[in-house]
């Protein structure tokens, strides 16, 4: 189980909705095209969130899209390997 929300250091929070481990914080990362070929992408999950949830190489992260009033609202959730 990972622990609750805690900002990182430095990040500003906002106020919390609903609960006091609910926070909106915001990043910003490039798209980078993985090959010549390929139609996918990546991108840079930052360290802030890596340290926030002690994620390490080979854990997964579940991706819920959804398209609202013209947004793309994207739920990301750590889940650790086994």
Known sequence: MFPSYKPPVGVSE??????????IIHYFSELIKV?????????????????QFNLKEG?????TL??????????????KSK
């Open 59 to 63: 854990d997964q992260l579940e991706w």
């Open 66 to 79: 959804k398209a609202e009033n013209g947004e793309l609202i994207v739920i990301v959730k750590p889940e």
């Open 14 to 23: 906002s106020t919390p909705v609903g609960q006091e481990n609910n926070y």
């Open 35 to 51: 090959s010549i070929n390929a139609n996918s992408y990546h991108t840079t999950v930052p360290a802030a969130i890596i340290n």
